[in-house]
């Protein structure tokens, strides 16, 4: 897929009603801590960087629905996608295109109102029907050449957050974010 220079993805990013994202790799680092606690339970933790949680509760608050599509389970992320307003929080999910046509529908979005960002192969068929494919620079090539943009920030580290405000910035929404602080 072609990148887009910058004005024509902002023509794009004005119609996005629903931004949805891999969990691991974008939202995160995609490292994975495993610790073992004292009942000898298995325990994952995963890191969320502030920018990008700020950023997600930017968009719910403007009415740009969000959520993640993830292969893996996580509590913690589930826990932390709902304190940030997210809509939908799909886990255990490798059937990516089929939850993100769920959404769609129940968002009463069209697919090319739809953004989704992801880092590995399993996220190439909701990015080749988003109407807006971002994927991080520590993803997998394929993924990077079926982008339609690539971000600056790595995945865990400000992805999220760059691409939010593109959408915010397109939308004429950011100064209102902006005057607020």
């Known amino acids: 897929m072609p990148k887009l220079r910058p004005g024509q993805f902002a023509r794009l990013a004005r119609r996005i009603r629903l ?8 939202l995160t680092s995609g490292v994975l801590w495993h610790f073992v606690d004292t009942a000898g339970n298995l325990v994952e933790l995963k890191g969320i960087h502030a920018q990008d949680s ?16 993830s292969g893996r389970i996580s509590s913690g992320v589930a826990e932390r996608a709902k304190a940030l307003k997210m809509s939908y929080i ?4 490798l059937d990516k295109k089929t939850v993100f046509d769920e959404i769609c529908r129940d968002a009463g979005a069209a697919p090319d109102e739809a953004l989704f960002m992801g880092d590995d192969i399993q996220d190439l068929p909701v990015m080749r029907a988003a109407g807006l494919a971002v994927a ?17 920030a790595r995945g865990g580290d400000g992805a999220v957050r760059e691409t939010a405000e593109l959408v915010l910035r397109a939308q004429g929404l950011w100064r209102g974010i902006l005057e607020r602080f």
């Open 19 to 26: 931004v949805l994202m891999d969990v691991d790799g974008v």
């Open 54 to 69: 700020i950023a997600l509760a930017w968009l719910a608050e403007a009415g740009i629905k969000t959520g993640i599509i």
């Open 90 to 93: 799909y886990q255990h999910r």
């Open 136 to 152: 991080v620079p520590n993803a997998r090539p394929e993924v990077r050449a079926a982008a339609h943009r690539v971000t600056r």
